[in-house]
Every structure is written in structure tokens, then in C-alpha cells.
């Protein structure tokens, strides 16, 4: 019958020890915790503020206005012969001024052109190739600004409201 007693003692002995130690434990947890989310909340502001800082810096490299000049590198272009029917496909890089701007589109007409096959090297040819880039919409993904002194003037005097 003693054994009994002692067992159970030690029983109420245990339960209350690690009753008192549980909120210790507990509360070294939840300072861990906060630590960790005050942590994770310093580099989410951080990485907010590079993410705004790198769009800030997209949008006025990417921002096409009319007169910005850009490029359009490895253009496609098909020739069909009028009498044979014959189809000379060959390509272009186009320098372009932009003359209009849509949400998705800029309106463009033809500055200059540089291509290596004989086709747009005939001069009978270069008033055509000319001509087929004047006032013609693309595609925004398709042109590529030309980051020059008279853009990043533009840019910032965009930010001062001039």
C-alpha cells in the first residue's frame, strides 16, 4: 500500500512541474516567433522598396513617347514580284522615330535601315522599304527604346510635370 501512495505522489509531483515549466516554455516560443516575424517583415519592406525602385526605374527606361527614337532589330519583310510572283523574303533593322502611341502599339515611321542582303542593298528597292515603315503601328514588345540624352531629358522632365 505504500508503494501506491508514493507512486502517486510522484505522479502529482511530475504534473505539477511540468505544468509550471509549460508556460516558460510557451512564452521562449512565442518571442522566437515574434522575432522571426519581425524579421521576415523588415525584409518584405525591403524588398518592397527595391521592387518599387526597380519598377520606378522600368517604366522610365521603357516609356516610349512620340519622338523617342527605337530599333527594330531582324524586322521580316517579303518582296513579291509583280510579274513573276516570285516572293524574296529578307530582313531589316529599322531605326524608327515613333510618331503615335497606343496602350499596346506605337505608330512609327522609318529613320534609317541597315541590312546585309543584296535585295535591300539595291537602291531600285530602298524607297519601298522606306515607305512600308512610314506610319506604321507594331507592337510595343517588338521595338526597342533608344536610351539617349534627349530620352532621359524627357524622362525627367516627365517627373517634374514639364
Known sequence: MLKGKKKKKMDNQTLIMTLSIT????????????????????????????????KEKEESFLKFYVGSKALLNDYSLTHTDSSTGKKTNFTVDYEVEVVDISETEIKVKAISFVSNDSFSRDPNNQKSIYNFMQNKWISKKEAQLIMDESHNRHVKLEKLGI
Open 23 to 54: 508556460p516558460t516554455i510557451l512564452i521562449g516560443v512565442i518571442g522566437i516567433l515574434f522575432l522571426k516575424i519581425r524579421n521576415l517583415r523588415k525584409k518584405l519592406n525591403d524588398l518592397n522598396k527595391n521592387l518599387n525602385n526597380q
